[in-house]
């Protein structure tokens, strides 16, 4: 049953609800490149609530919303009291008494289960420091896309290993049955409680976990994952960040060693791959980098699936508001 429940972690659901929510969204991209019209949420009204700044998370909720049927309203950190004059349970109480659902981009994962708890409508977690769940639906539909399956793969992340990213991709791989080995130096490996989450999942699903330092381990990958090494709220952290993760920046020769010819590279975007943002420049003058997590040959290389990867946020998010929002009949899962 998906209707009227919030997506704030991967572990609210279940191996066969993320399963069918990713199903959903493969049958709702073929919807849409088949022009069908597919309004489940016509008439409803979207709260798109955002601390953090954003491109695809923001464009994929406001054009699935719009495909749907319904009608987003950007609540952005400079249009609404939020954050500085009322606190989130009052706005939590204010926005479900007037919209139908809530997105929450922000900073603490105790803000959006709070906007869940005190709101009464569903509240889809958009990015917190902690997790990135509508990315992982996009993610793993991708490589299902690609490989057919994703049970019994190999996804190997290479960066920064306690972010919201390398949590999310941890803990839903444990519960999907996907493999997952973490590489990061010791210093930025995932927290314990999120290895103790994960380790618990995957006694169930039979998902090998490993948590390494050590580069040899992207041997006989099949997805080579890395992100940002400074987060969004951590920018003051960029000189120790680049100390200690550029030598596990994902080049070409680490990519070869993983002696898989169909292994994919993936990537949450943004991306800092070339000298063509503000930020990189401004490192770029600082300290003569030119590309940080991943090389621009990888970055555009044939294995790279980072755009499609991309394009799949509108439709997995799309299946999300759809099946916890829509009046749909969805068999048991
Ligand atoms: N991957 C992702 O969440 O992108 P945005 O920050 O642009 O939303
Ligand atoms: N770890 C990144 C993910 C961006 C989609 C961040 O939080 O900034």
Known sequence: ???????????????????????????????????IPHQYLAGKNIALLFEKTSTRTRSAFTVAANDLGAHPEFLGPNDVQFGKKESTADTA????????????RGFKQKDVETLAAASGVPVWNGLTDTWHPTQM???????????????????????????????????TSAILGVHITIIAPESLQPEQNIQDLAA???????????????????KGADVIYTDV?????????????????LPYQVNAALFNQTGNKDCIFMHCLPAFHDLETKTMVDIHQKTGLTELEVTDEVFHSEQSVVFQEAENRLHSIKAVMAATLGNLFIPKV
């Open 200 to 218: 618990e999942k995957a006694a169930i699903s039979g998902s090998q976990l490993t948590i390494t330092a050590d580069l040899a381990a992207v």
């Open 93 to 104: 109480k204010v926005l479900g008494a007037m919209f139908d659902g809530i997105q929450f």
């Open 137 to 171: 639906l996009a993610d793993f539909m991708t490589i299902k896309e690609i490989f057919g399956d994703y049970t019994g793969k190999h996804l190997v992340y290479i960066g920064d290993g306690r972010n919201n990213m390398a949590n999310s991709l941890l803990v």
């Open 1 to 35: 049953m998906f209707q009227g429940r919030s997506l704030l972690k991967e572990v609210d659901f279940t191996k066969e609800e993320l399963a069918y929510l990713i199903d959903f969204a493969i049958h709702l991209k073929k919807l849409k490149q088949a022009n």
């Open 229 to 245: 090494w400074v987060s969004m709220g951590e920018e003051d952290q960029y000189d120790q960040r680049l100390a200690q993760l």
